[in-house]
């Protein structure tokens, strides 16, 4: 779930943080870890870690970035609705709310590949994402850090 708060000196962009929900959901889906809880959006470079109980191989590493830029071609949708929090526990993870969250959630979903509460800015569509390329990764005392870019297409 990302509920980061935006730097008012910062300009989110909506290709990258898009891109990371289908990480999360990717990592996921193939290690059945948590999203991940730090995260660093960036227009140029980005970097999410995530705690998995090893180190990943290059193949595994390739099929991380295949899968994600698999999702971005597949043109998915990236829709909102607003989910009261009670029904909400179903949908997504409740757990990194904050405890003054207002009782309505903003949901965002892309395409039926992930659900998640988030207040960031996204694309309309998956195929305004670009390519999905991982440049550097490391795994140390059970956190696996990986730095990714996009590029256009």
């Known amino acids: 779930m990302n509920l980061e708060l935006n730097d008012h000196n910062k300009q989110e962009y909506p290709p990258m943080h898009t891109a990371e929900h289908i990480l999360n959901q990717t990592m996921v889906r193939i290690f059945g870890c948590p999203r991940s809880r730090n995260t660093h959006i960036e227009r140029k470079k980005s970097k999410c870690d ?3 109980n090893q180190k990943l191989s290059d ?3 390739q099929a991380i970035e295949d899968k ?3 999702v971005i071609n597949s043109n998915l ?3 909102e609705d607003f989910v009261h ?7 997504v993870d409740l757990s990194k709310l904050p405890d003054d969250v207002s ?3 903003r949901i965002i ?3 039926d590949y992930d659900v998640c509460a988030c207040i960031g800015a ?3 569509n998956t195929s305004e994402i670009g390519e999905f390329k991982i440049t550097t990764h490391n795994f140390e005392n059970g956190r696996w850090r990986i730095r990714f870019k996009l590029n256009k297409v």
Request: aromatic content about 8%.
């Open 68 to 70: 994600v830029n698999e």
């Open 50 to 52: 995530y705690y998995i």
């Open 77 to 79: 949708p990236v829709t």
């Open 122 to 124: 996204h694309v309309d």
């Open 109 to 111: 979903r892309v395409g």
């Open 59 to 61: 193949e595994q590493v």
């Open 103 to 105: 009782e309505m959630l």
């Open 85 to 91: 929090i009670k029904d909400a526990k179903d949908l």
